[in-house]
């Protein structure tokens, strides 16, 4: 039997970030630059549940039978069985691999889920439609990560833009043009759980001004969206720049994060804003098409770690 391969992209917040927390609209986009690949070699001359795991990036080399019970891969693998109403998975050896930075605020962890998800479903022949792969990817951030928003697997796992509020049906957004976009890495570590808690300590001491705040990035979020559907980069552009300032009000900017936006305005971008949780970790700019390798060569001069440059492409993607 053939190696069965299956990737799944990361993703990265176009505006709303930290008002998501407090219901309001936030889009994600993914980006399939980078990726997660899971790749399953049949073993059969192996026993049932026999299953070599082998992560070289997180230096995972392991029977994932003597894996604890809450490991991210067994969680997958459990709910897997579960769903597709086996007792056993056939022996097998599992490689993954994954061009996604680590702890980034790109959804490594949920697009790892997802390729591995997908891989089981793949090796076995048993089909399974997007939604269903986003809800078991959400299972396993549930019970590893505590409380996601549930944005990370819906992106990844339908490859498309989606326009997202917590605990509502999401939404899919298909672009008119073509959008493109440049990330950027600070090379400073982002520390999400620490910028929510900072937000929320915000929130509870200047509740108005917190809460005026997060009014303004929804409507952002809402206005984004009408101009992704109307091919308006230039609104767009400024929509950006308007959320980066409300999120320097919410202090989870960096001076390294404020240096990189500067240069890519600089050089000819619409729009820039940090992405994800801030204090660090990445940024984004909205760049007319004929501009996204100076800007990203501008970023890296700058002292971005890593720069790439994602095309959303118009009309249906994935």
Excluded at 84 to 91: G, Q
Excluded at 123 to 132: K, R, V
Excluded at 225 to 236: K, W, Y
Excluded at 258 to 281: M, R, T, V, W
Aim: glycine letters at 8%; proline letters at 6%.
């Amino acid at each position: 039997m053939p190696a069965i391969s299956a990737n799944a992209p990361a993703k990265a917040i176009l505006v709303g970030e930290h008002a998501v927390v407090y219901n309001q609209p936030a889009i994600a986009f993914p980006i399939n630059t980078v990726h997660a690949q899971t790749t399953i070699f049949a073993n059969p001359l192996g026993s049932p549940n026999e299953i070599q795991l082998i992560a070289a990036d997180i230096n995972l080399n392991a029977n994932l039978a003597s894996l604890p019970p809450n490991n991210p891969f067994v969680i997958a693998l459990n709910g897997f069985m579960k769903v597709a109403n086996i007792s056993s998975f056939p022996a097998c050896k599992i490689m993954l691999k994954s061009s996604i930075p680590i702890a980034s605020g790109l959804g490594s962890s949920a697009a790892t889920s997802i390729s591995f998800i997908r891989a089981l479903a793949n090796f076995i022949g048993f089909p399974m439609d997007n939604q269903l792969i986003s809800d078991l990817a959400f299972q396993v951030e549930v019970q590893y990560h505590g409380t996601p928003s549930g944005i990370d697997n819906t992106v990844i796992a339908h490859n498309q833009i989606i326009y997202f509020i917590k605990a509502q049906p999401y939404k899919i957004i298909h672009p008119v043009k073509p959008l493109t976009i440049v990330i950027a890495n600070s090379g400073i570590k982002g520390n999400t759980k620490e910028a929510v808690r900072q937000v929320r300590q915000f929130w509870l001491t200047q509740k108005a001004r917190a809460e005026s705040i997060f009014l303004q990035i929804g409507e952002i979020s809402r206005n984004a969206e009408a101009s992704i559907n109307q091919g308006d980069e230039i609104l767009l552009g400024q929509l950006l720049n308007a959320n980066h300032e409300l999120l320097r009000q919410l202090n989870v900017s960096h001076p390294k994060l404020e240096d990189l936006i500067e240069q890519a305005l600089q050089n000819g971008a619409y729009g820039a804003k940090l992405c994800g949780g801030g204090l660090g970790g990445n940024m984004i700019a909205l760049v007319p098409s004929e501009s996204a390798e100076k800007v990203a060569d501008a970023l890296t001069t700058a002292g971005a770690t890593l720069t790439f440059i994602e095309v959303l492409k118009a009309g249906i993607n994935g």
